[in-house]
């Protein structure tokens, strides 16, 4: 089939809005129209040419909901006219990581993935004679894709595509690194670095689990007030008090260090302070910020030896197919808040602008509604 897709050629170019050709499913995938996709720091990290893992031309994005329009043959656990979310952590309930139920990394289709091709080894997608990409095993930028069962959440119906698409990554990795990954509990200081579309969702994941202080640190003293709407209780700003000094002020303010800290920037600087602003003897700090690759992270081991963890989190640690439902309900709920994030909404043919605005630090999130 024929979709339209906005198509990133090379790296650090503007994407461009391209017909291009599909194949259909083949066994055990389905064929998705996806109907709203979010813009991620993520894709602009690969459209930049920094991620290792970046192939062009290819058609980004990985923040999108849709419905299943047709199956490939032995498809069991979705059906035609099914609303799902994407997944770019995939969840195939038999691979060893799966199985295990200690991490929500499933293997089974990853090597893959990072190729930028389906798990039989080809693309399905390709624009005037050229072979064109997949990305993170979704490419939510056109207006069809093709996605393995297993990267599937099937979500209830009544949910809104243009808002429920962001919790294909952002709320999911923020909320989750909280809830998953930290299991940050009632009452426990929580330091975010980072106030955008991340981080905005580890501070309501934060307040969700009855944390005491919210500390937000951003450069942009813009993002403090919707970081307050979302129960950040105090505010850094590393120009203010000194940007070798945030992690004292940090210290100070939380009585000796905080419990847990999230690092949602994707600075090796920041990863740093955001270990060393932990608590002596069981301070953890949570890598979520990918940063380039070929950067590396240090600290003096003594800051181990001391008791403070480092930890990561990959989409927030959340098991796609089993968790993304439930957290679809919590929006239905009311339990936590998608819309205010969402900042600007446009059509395909704008979305060089989502890109412009989250370089500008002037969105949240941008949504491409199709
Ligand atoms: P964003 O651009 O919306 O937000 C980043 C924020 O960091 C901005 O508010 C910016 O002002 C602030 N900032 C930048 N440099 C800073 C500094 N030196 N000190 C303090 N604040 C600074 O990005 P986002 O969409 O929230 O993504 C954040 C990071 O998380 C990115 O690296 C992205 O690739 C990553 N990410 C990781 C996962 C995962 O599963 N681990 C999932 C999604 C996104
Ligand atoms: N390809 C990159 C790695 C990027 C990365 O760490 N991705 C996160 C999700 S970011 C979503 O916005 C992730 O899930 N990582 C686990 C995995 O298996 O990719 C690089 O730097 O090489
Ligand atoms: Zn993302």
């Known amino acids: 089939m024929q979709t339209r897709a906005a198509v990133a050629w090379e790296a650090?170019?503007?994407?461009?809005?391209?017909?291009?050709?599909?194949?259909?499913?083949?066994p055990g995938e389905v064929l998705v129209e996806i109907m709203a996709t979010g813009v991620c720091h993520t894709d602009a990290y690969t459209l930049s040419g920094l991620d290792s893992e970046g192939k062009f031309p290819a058609i980004l994005g990985h923040e999108g909901a849709g419905i299943v329009r047709e199956v490939g043959a032995g498809v069991t656990s979705v059906r035609v006219g099914d609303h799902v979310i994407p997944l770019y952590t995939p969840e195939c309930r038999q691979c060893k990581t799966?199985?295990?139920?200690r991490s929500n990394l499933c293997t089974s289709i990853r090597s893959t993935q990072g190729q930028g091709l389906m798990p039989d080894g080809t693309s399905r997608f390709a624009c005037e004679g050229d072979t064109v990409f997949h990305y993170m095993g979704c490419s939510t930028f056109s207006n069809f894709t093709v996605l393995p069962e297993i990267?599937?959440?099937?979500?209830?119906?009544?949910?809104?595509?243009?808002?429920?698409?962001y919790i294909g990554c952002g709320v999911t990795t923020g909320i989750g690194a909280v809830v998953y990954t930290a299991k940050v509990w009632p009452g426990a200081n929580v330091v975010v670095f980072g106030?955008?579309?991340i981080g905005l969702n580890v501070i309501q994941g934060a307040r969700m689990v009855g944390a005491d202080k919210i500390i937000g640190v951003d450069l942009n003293p813009a993002k403090a007030e919707m970081a307050r709407?979302?129960?950040?209780?105090?505010?850094?700003?590393?120009?203010?008090?000194?940007?070798d000094k945030v992690v004292q002020a940090i210290v100070d303010l939380t009585g000796g260090g905080a419990d847990f800290s999230f690092e949602c920037i994707g600075n090796v600087h920041t990863m740093r302070q955001a270990l060393e602003c932990c608590h002596r003897g069981w301070g953890e700090s949570i890598i979520i910020g990918v940063a380039p690759s070929g950067t590396e992270i240090s600290t003096r081991p003594f800051q181990l030896v001391t008791g403070r963890v480092w930890k990561g989190s990959a989409f927030g640690g959340a098991r796609g197919r089993t968790d993304v439902p439930k957290i679809v309900d919590w929006y239905m709920d009311g339990k936590i808040e998608i819309d205010p994030l969402i900042t600007h909404v446009m059509p395909l043919e704008e979305i060089n602008t989502a890109f412009e605005l989250m370089e500008k630090g002037e969105s949240i999130r941008s949504v491409v509604v199709f």
């Open 12 to 26: 650090k170019k503007p994407l461009t809005i391209e017909t291009v050709s599909l194949d259909g499913p083949g």
């Open 98 to 101: 799966c199985l295990s139920r």
């Open 151 to 165: 990267a599937v959440a099937k979500v209830r119906e009544d949910a809104p595509f243009e808002k429920i698409c």
């Open 195 to 197: 106030l955008g579309g």
């Open 229 to 243: 709407r979302f129960g950040m209780t105090h505010f850094v700003n590393p120009d203010e008090v000194g940007r």
